[in-house]
């Protein structure tokens, strides 16, 4: 009989600590009171927001110089009529070669470096001045260079 009596109350403590866990606010008297919560509806999910945008550092526009080699020289007025010349004389240039470059010989300088194969940029090169007849032999001895800055070939 003893062990009937173990075995009620094991289970009458396994029920009430269900309960317990059930309704955690339930308690053995309890008397019905009045509620005086508001009831609550089920709150929706928020929105998200929406993040803003990450800001980026502003660049700052670096104004580069440009620098030339400490051994190349830019072209003289006479030697731009020089080059105006060659390119009016191989028919890529209309104008007269008055020494100052300025669109129109970029045009015709573009144009005769696309017909020689040479990269398009208007801008005289080495490479554009050997096709025009005008640079150096490959091979050949250093120039000599005048008082007023004209760069002569030896001989």
Known sequence: MR????VVAKAILVSLFLVFLVQPNASFAQSPKKSTKKSVTPAKP???KAKPAKKRPLRRTVRRRVVTPANQRVPTKARYAEIQQ???DAGYFSGEASGVWQQE??????AFQDSQGLDPTGKIDARS??????????GSSATN???DGDVREPG
Request: glycine fraction near 6%.
């Open 3 to 6: 062990i009937w009596t173990l």
């Open 46 to 48: 928020a929105a998200r």
């Open 86 to 88: 060659a390119l009016a």
């Open 105 to 110: 010989s970029i045009e015709a300088m573009k």
């Open 129 to 138: 001045l050997i096709k025009l007849g005008m640079g150096p032999a490959y």
């Open 145 to 147: 260079e005048s008082k």
